[in-house]
């Protein structure tokens, strides 16, 4: 079983930047994919970015590529999202998520890959 507990959210300006932070319990954090995933009012939840364990390769939506950055500290169980250049259209809810172990490149964007999954933390970016 693992928890995960998202922190960081916040109200931004346009163009500003905001780090989220993903704290987890469990074991076997190192081994598992983890990701970013945005729910924006009145859409349906979407992939931002994805990071497998060792090694530590990323996988981005398109939407957020060159502006976000994920990374994890496996000696702190967190995962992390930086994200800069923000604009309104990246005002959603946020949540993190944990696969059972290792997720395959093609499977990382789906919703479905994924076991455990945070409440989510709110980003807010004003014009």
């Known amino acids: 079983q693992v928890h995960l507990t998202e922190s960081g959210g916040d109200v931004v300006h346009s163009g500003g930047s905001l780090r989220l932070s993903c704290a987890a319990s469990?074991?076997?954090?190192?081994?598992?994919?983890l990701a970013w995933f945005r729910q924006a009012p009145g859409k349906e939840r979407e992939f931002v970015a994805a990071?497998?364990?060792?090694?530590?390769?990323?996988h981005y939506a398109d939407s957020v590529k060159g502006r976000f950055t994920i990374s994890r500290d496996n000696a702190k169980t967190t995962l992390y999202l930086q994200m800069s250049s923000l604009n309104a259209d990246d005002t959603a809810v946020y949540y993190c998520a944990a696969g059972r172990g290792r997720i395959i490149l093609s499977a990382q964007r789906a919703e479905t890959s994924y076991d455990y999954w945070g409440q989510g933390t709110q980003v807010t970016v004003s014009s």
């Open positions: 990071i497998r364990g060792t090694p530590s390769t990323t």
């Open positions: 469990g074991q076997s954090f190192s081994s598992r994919t």
